[in-house]
């Protein structure tokens, strides 16, 4: 039987699609686009749109970016309509019968280049979902590679009707997933669909059967693809994170419905039980935001458990929805937003959502227990409350939560979290253990760790144990095998031995290296105890005098009564804005943690001290944030930053602590944030016996078989999937010349695949401390040949394509970040002039300056863009308002210049200037030199033949400097 061609792919979709209520229409080019455009708003509208309506609309919708026309589809546009009326055009409805629905294929859009798209969904006129296929057998990453082309080609051409685009659906008809039109997303932000017990919808007919229907559309643009205002992006949610939502906004009507009937409402609660990294915030920000929009629910509460939580929380809200909530800084303001008092003038947040709060459980307690609160809050004690509580597996919330039941009549209470209480794992207080169960009823919806690693939402853990282990008969010494104790000894006096503890600091200096990939990515060590951590700290001070390492390190903890965690939970820590408060039992700790911030102060040019509260907190901020910097290489921690902390740079965490249960998944879960393909796993390393600990945990956390999934194989395992991966490596290429003779494209796409998936498995086989190349069957130097000719043929498909722009080898991704080299082009010059942007002061903008020029004047490719780039920085980059600002501001800068040059160029050699133009254009797409006829074509007075031999080949240098600074690796 032959394979299903792409064509009968797209075919039998639309096919489907017509036969789901879509109406098939055929539309070929951006003229017939626009005459539709207005057929479908006119129905949409209820009037008959002129063609002088229809310009004032068009030029409304050409305008800004993807973001921008994001926001315009949302909204209503008013016209000047021809009979001298006000009238206002509407593009999208809430309820999807109103709405048009309409399949159409390969519309062909003109930009840099002609492209033509696969299948595109027309919602009232518009195209809203993008669909591009690839025939079975190939990788689904071409497909997303192919839009991410269509983006820079040609997407915002032509009036820039495709930039509406709010989702991209991309399929090989055995693999099928959905993004949102987000230009600086990964294809790790690509996701399945699902059911609400997580069974994936792979198959292209499948997905399209739940998916890609009108309802299902119109809710996902609606309600579920969200306008990040921090990052000016648009995010669409996962399937697990839209089901958590629905679950409680159900039961919230359940609720409703019941009230009135006498029955009681009491275990009407839920939470949801959303494994650690899955993206619990934007779940709990959109169930918030849609319960306001409810009539009969007084206010929504989001409760989180620390004042650093609540500024990041707000924070991250306000993200998703400018200035949608203000945090509450103080006691009082938690009680006037309840109330609706009146606001001082000052300080007025016309955008806030009056009825969203997001507070810390603490300033929560003090309203309803303070009598100078209490009584102010009296009056909205029968009102209909909803609180959702973050990281409800909180030990103190069993307390408190009673507080919030008896004042609050009304109420009703969901809860998020990664790792629920049990009764397992259940901290006994008071005489009374309390479950998540317990305090929420019922779990409404489940995402496991499990699920998230299967869904490639979060990465595996890579666990090894270091230390005075029993040996297996391997016959080989592991470096792994040091005289470490750990376990056995009950007395804390060995367990925090200065021998014992210089020991792992050596260890971790030796490899910190290896398992950060050279210090790409950061690690964070947790240790028993305070005076623990002194003395780790100290003793890499000590070394780093020494001149043994060059490892920044920083470290925070809070210096109250701070004894060995007897529940081994990783969670007692004290609440962050009250740990400033003067300890005097505890001096001697508090004098050590203000020597080193000190340290931290002078490292990076600031003055945090403990003395004040408030730039203690700041440096809680400010560490936080250089960790997701990389700007430090190891954070030390006894319980802080263990949860509630993300950063996707942080792949490593070093532990010399007795963790267990969800105390241990939530430490761990800090490394498994998804980034790149380098970081491929999270890397924890145990100075002490945790493996049955670990298992317990996996198994109470997700089922009894979950540690095949979450844990990555051993060393030795890899070690034969590497060598297996190179059997078939040299059954395509005998040795690295034999490259050179591959016959054709598809041979050479066998080689990519091969060496690349090699690439991926040294990448993961680097980050163990007993790696070497003498333990698999290439040889480093024979390795490194083979990559070599692996770059020679990413360099042909980039560049010379001339001869074949269907390269099939032009959509494959090379995956190069795995070779552990910075991929020098403009995208990495954006990242640093990001960096450049957030310069703390003149010292570190300097540094970074002088950094990124050398970058660029040391790269072949980028030196024409030298001056270029230094100018931008110069004149524009102080202008621009924050580092996520600098790429639409580079990009908008680049076309300036891009436009001033063409001018120039025509000007100063009478050239005309739309041929000057189109030789451009032809030059970028057939890759090749410009002939001298087509030259001879751009003069405004063509040439004697005596003066071709000196002008023409004059000009040719110019059009290719001229391609190579505006359009080379841009």
Not at 734 to 740: I, K, R
Not at 778 to 805: C, G, I, M
């Amino acid at each position: 039987m032959a394979y299903q061609s792409e064509q009968e792919l797209e075919n039998n979709l639309v096919a489907q699609l017509v036969k789901g209520s879509f109406e098939k229409v055929s539309i070929t080019d951006v003229a017939s686009l626009t005459a539709n455009l207005k057929k479908q708003l006119s129905k949409l509208n209820g009037f008959d749109i002129s063609d002088n309506e229809l310009k004032q609309i068009r030029n409304a919708l050409a305008k800004g970016n993807v973001f921008d026309k994001a926001k315009t589809l949302r909204d209503r546009l008013q016209i000047n309509k021809d009979d001298g009326t006000v009238g206002y055009v509407r593009f999208l409805d809430d309820d999807f019968s109103k709405n048009y629905f309409q399949v159409t294929q390969q519309v062909t859009v003109e930009g840099h280049y002609k492209n033509r798209y696969d299948v595109t969904i027309l919602v009232n006129g518009l195209p809203l979902v993008q669909i591009e296929l690839k025939r079975r057998g190939l990788e689904l990453k071409e497909a997303f590679n192919q839009i991410n082309r269509y983006q820079r080609h040609s997407y915002w051409a032509e009036d820039g009707l495709f930039q509406y685009v709010q989702v991209f659906v991309i399929s090989n008809g055995v693999n099928t997933k959905y993004y949102a039109n987000n230009r600086k997303q990964s294809f790790k932000q690509t996701f399945f669909w699902a059911d609400v017990t997580n069974e994936r919808y792979t198959d292209l007919t499948k997905f399209a059967e739940v998916f890609l229907t009108p309802q299902h559309l119109t809710d996902m643009i609606t309600k579920y693809v969200v306008l990040n205002e921090t990052d000016r992006i648009l995010m669409v949610m996962r399937p697990y994170q839209i089901y958590a939502t629905e679950a409680i906004i159900e039961r919230v009507a359940e609720r409703e419905q019941i009230l009135g009937q006498n029955q009681s409402t009491e275990a009407l609660n839920g939470y949801i039980w959303h494994t650690t990294g899955s993206g619990k915030t934007l779940t709990s920000f959109k169930t918030a935001q849609l319960l306001t929009g409810d009539s009969k629910i007084h206010k929504v509460v989001f409760v989180v458990d620390r004042k650093d939580l609540d500024y990041q929380t707000s924070k991250e809200f306000n993200g998703f929805a400018k200035g949608c909530v203000d945090s509450t800084d103080n006691t009082k303001l938690l009680v006037d937003q309840f109330t609706d008092a009146p606001i001082p003038a000052d300080k007025v947040n016309e955008k806030r959502n009056t009825k969203l709060i997001v507070t810390t459980i603490q300033k929560l307690n003090n309203a309803i227990s303070h009598k100078r609160y209490s009584k102010r809050m009296q009056p909205v004690q029968d009102k209909n409350i909803v609180f959702i509580f973050d990281e409800c597996h909180r030990s103190q919330f069993g307390d408190t939560h009673q507080k919030i039941t008896k004042f609050f009549t009304n109420h009703q209470m969901f809860g998020f979290t990664g790792t629920p209480i049990f009764v397992e794992n259940a901290v006994s207080k008071s005489s009374r253990k309390y479950t998540t169960t317990d305090l929420f009823n019922k779990a409404l919806h489940k995402y496991t760790i499990v699920d998230a690693i299967k869904d490639e939402n979060v990465l595996k853990f890579n666990v090894e144990y270091v230390g005075r282990y029993k040996k297996k008969d391997s016959g080989t010494e592991s470096k792994n095998e040091v005289d470490i104790e750990v376990e056995g000894i009950d007395t804390k006096e060995l367990m925090e031995s200065d021998v014992r503890l210089e020991k792992i600091t050596d260890y971790i200096i030796a490899q910190h290296k290896r398992k950060t990939h050279s210090k790409e990515f950061t690690g964070m060590f947790c240790v028993s105890s305070v005076p623990a951590l002194i003395k780790y700290y100290e003793l890499f001070a000590k070394k780093k005098v020494e001149g043994k390492h060059n490892l920044k390190i920083a470290t925070i903890f809070s210096y109250a009564a701070n004894e060995e965690d007897p529940d081994a939970d990783g969670l007692n820590e004290v609440v962050l804005d009250k740990v400033a408060e003067p300890q005097a039992a505890y001096s001697h700790s508090r004098d050590k943690l203000e020597q080193f911030i000190g340290d931290y102060n002078e490292m990076f040019s600031c003055s945090y001290t403990t003395k004040d509260s408030e730039s203690f907190y700041n440096y809680y901020n400010d560490i936080s944030k250089k960790v997701r910097e990389r700007k430090i290489d190891i954070l030390l921690v006894v319980n802080m930053f263990l949860t509630g902390f993300d950063s996707k740079t942080l792949n490593t965490l070093y532990v010399d602590k007795n963790l267990k249960y969800h105390g241990l998944i939530q430490a761990y879960s800090r490394t498994n944030r998804i980034l790149n393909e380098q970081k491929s796993q999270g890397n924890i390393v145990c100075f002490r016996n945790l493996k049955e600990r670990t298992d317990d945990a996996l198994a109470l956390f997700s089922n009894k078989d979950a540690k095949d999934t979450v844990i990555m194989p051993p060393y030795e395992d890899f070690l034969k999937l590497f060598n297996k991966a190179f059997g078939s490596l040299l059954a395509i290429a005998p040795d690295p010349d034999s490259v050179n003779d591959l016959e054709d494209e598809n041979q050479e796409l066998e080689f990519v695949k091969a060496f690349r998936e090699l690439m991926r498995l040294k990448n993961i086989l680097s980050t163990f401390a007993d790696f070497t190349f003498d333990d698999v069957r290439p040889s480093e130097q024979e390795f490194e040949d083979y990559k070599s000719k692996y770059l020679d043929l990413h360099d042909k498909v980039k560049t010379d394509n001339a001869k074949d722009k269907e390269s099939i080898l032009e959509e494959v991704d090379f995956e190069l970040e795995l070779l552990a080299m910075d991929v020098i082009n403009v995208a990495y010059i954006l990242q640093l002039l990001s960096k450049l942007k957030q310069a703390e002061n003149e010292e570190d903008y300097q540094y970074q300056y002088k950094a990124l020029m050398q970058v660029v004047g040391g790269d072949p490719s980028l030196r024409s863009k030298q001056e270029l780039i230094d100018k931008f920085i110069k004149e524009n980059l102080p202008d621009v308002k924050s580092a996520e600002d600098v790429d639409d501001a580079f990009s908008a800068y680049w076309e300036l210049e891009k436009e001033k040059a063409a001018n120039e160029l025509a000007d100063e050699e009478n050239l005309i200037p739309e041929s000057v133009k189109d030789l451009v254009e032809r030059m970028i797409f057939s890759n090749q030199e410009p002939l001298r006829e087509d030259i001879v074509a751009t003069m405004e007075k063509p040439p004697s033949v005596l003066q071709r031999k000196k002008v023409i080949p004059r000009l040719a240098e110019r059009f290719k400097g001229f391609v190579d600074t505006f359009y080379r690796d841009m």
